[in-house]
């Protein structure tokens, strides 16, 4: 079976950083795309930002500039660096990872971590 953890949510004030971690464990060959989602209380699930294997990332226009995606292929893990974040950014944090293991090649998805921005 393949788990994705998550880490590094809190409540921070506008204009602080926090850095999310997600690692990914379990009967692995190889991951492809990983990312990070955001759903905000009465609102869908947003795309974050994206990398691939190769190391391209794709940010959402909120974020551009702000977030960063990173990831250690060796420790199957992916990080979020959020910097001078806004009240907007509250949200329950995802991760998502598309997996390949013995026998499947699917999708997986974190239990979500909170982050929370005072003004």
């Known amino acids: 079976q393949v788990r994705l953890v998550e880490s590094g949510g809190g409540l921070v004030q506008a204009g602080g950083s926090l850095r999310l971690s997600c690692a990914a464990s379990?009967?692995?060959?190889?991951?492809?795309?990983m990312g990070w989602y955001r759903q905000a209380p009465g609102k869908q699930r947003e795309l974050v930002a994206t990398?691939?294997?190769?190391?391209?990332?794709n940010y959402a226009d909120p974020v551009k500039g702000r977030f960063t995606i990173s990831k250690d292929n060796a420790k199957n893990t992916v990080y979020l660096q959020m910097n001078s974040l806004k009240p907007e950014d509250t949200a329950v944090y995802y991760c998502?990872?598309?997996?390949?293991?013995?026998?499947?090649?699917?999708?997986?998805w974190g239990q979500g971590t909170q982050v929370t921005v005072s003004s």
């Open positions: 379990g009967s692995i060959l190889g991951i492809n795309d």
């Open positions: 990398i691939t294997s190769g190391g391209g990332t």
């Open positions: 998502n990872a598309h997996i390949v293991g013995v026998g499947f090649r699917d999708d997986f």
